[in-house]
């Protein structure tokens, strides 16, 4: 597939983590001669936390993650993903190969079994092959190097057009402290948890509880403010390991927050600008609500809807359909109060559109590949960001042929 418009020019160069290594190699999980599977081996003493999804049809290696989450963290811990086959909705027979992978991993790099956390994307509904993945593990541990994360980010793509990666460097106490963090995220993309796969690696030192929270406050910032179809996946996984060998104590280190927030959000933004089929890189930015929690259902429900998005993907300035999906919302509102805007220009306001609305400067907006959309509820103080992309024939020819 042709590389999205909105990605980033190149993938970025990611510092090493001490304490971490990574390889990857084609295992033919369903297309032949396809890198597919990686391996992250952690140093022992690595702090692991993780957020994944609420969906009721989880899949197999997601419940066993959420289930090994507090493991001690004395011995190694392993992360293996593969792509392709998401191991979900394959009742008994999923979790049996989840165990067998571990098992081999285990065999082969001397992880204990409730240290090793895998995950699995792609197809929904059949087996896995894990004896492909298995007759890897070998190969998978006797390559793995400090410089191998970006080959790990293309394994686990699936109809992915570019890999993607962010870091962020910071000085605490006057020693560096790095993060690295790589992911995988197209379609079926919507918050609720931690959309889609991610790996974010520190050589900071924290404690499990402390990263746990860390970790699940920044999540509802940046990763569970995206959406490109508002479609939830049984398989999103968010992972980060703290392996402490810069010897640097970030606990309640405002300044590592906010590099770890950088870090998510930039992943988070990569995502959207590689939503299926995507031509425009969409801001929601919504004011004025009676609450946070009704300004995000705003946001939402305006990023969701295929009418405005659409209208996006058409460089249509329709914005009667933001009116529609604030109306849509469940959150309080009131006509009479509510206005919009497109970039800085004023489409309505006080319930009426905008004395001076142009319709020509707004077209003209609308052709930009970067929008924002603005709306203030004028009821409150709430408010709340999501980010979003359009939606176009793209969309449908992807997933019409995904399985075939």
Not at 243 to 249: A, E, F, K, R, Y
């Amino acid at each position: 597939m042709p590389v999205s418009p909105l990605a980033p020019a190149n993938f970025p160069e990611l510092p090493k983590i001490g304490g971490v290594t990574f390889a990857a190699a084609a295992a033919g999980v369903k297309y032949k001669n396809r890198t597919d599977v990686m391996l992250a081996i952690v140093a022992p003493g690595s702090a692991v936390a993780g957020v994944f999804t609420r969906s009721a049809t989880r899949s197999a290696p997601v419940l066993d993650c959420q289930a090994k989450l507090g493991s001690d963290p004395s011995q190694i811990a392993a992360f293996l993903v593969n792509s392709g086959n998401s191991n979900a909705f394959t009742g008994s027979r999923g979790s049996a190969s989840v165990q067998a992978v571990c098992e081999a991993v285990a065999a082969q790099t001397g992880a204990p079994i409730d240290r090793i956390f895998t995950a699995s994307t792609g197809v929904i509904g059949e087996p896995l092959p894990h004896d492909r993945i298995i007759a890897k593990i070998a190969e998978l541990h006797a390559n793995q190097s400090a410089d191998e994360i970006e080959n790990a980010a293309r394994a686990i793509m699936t109809t992915d057009t570019f890999a993607k990666g962010a870091a962020a460097m910071i000085t605490v106490n006057g020693k560096d402290v790095k993060i690295a963090g790589i992911a995988k995220g197209s379609g079926m993309i919507a918050p609720d948890m931690a959309t889609m796969l991610v790996y974010i690696f520190t050589d900071a030192k924290i404690g499990q509880a402390d990263l746990q929270t860390l970790v699940f406050e920044t999540n509802a910032r940046t990763f569970n403010c995206i959406t490109v179809d508002s479609d939830t996946s049984t398989s999103d996984s968010l992972l980060m390991a703290a392996t402490g060998t810069s010897g640097v104590d970030v606990t309640g280190s405002a300044d590592f927050a906010a590099a770890l927030h950088d870090v998510m959000q930039d992943l988070a933004h990569q995502v959207v600008r590689d939503g299926e089929g995507a031509t425009k890189f969409v801001t929601v930015k919504v004011t004025g609500a009676e609450n946070d929690s009704d300004a995000h259902k705003v946001a939402l429900s305006i990023a969701n809807s295929p009418l405005v998005k659409t209208a996006i993907a058409g460089e249509d300035a329709n914005w009667g359909r933001v009116v529609m999906a604030v109306g849509k919302s469940g959150a309080a509102a009131d006509r009479d109060t509510l206005s919009i805007r497109f970039g800085d220009i004023t489409v309505a306001e006080n319930g009426w559109r905008a004395p001076d609305y142009s319709e020509e400067a707004t077209s003209a907006y609308m052709k930009n590949a970067e929008l924002e959309i603005g709306v203030d509820l004028g009821i409150g103080s709430g408010q709340s960001t999501v980010w979003t992309c359009d939606l176009t024939h793209g969309y449908i020819t992807i997933n019409a042929d995904y399985r075939s």
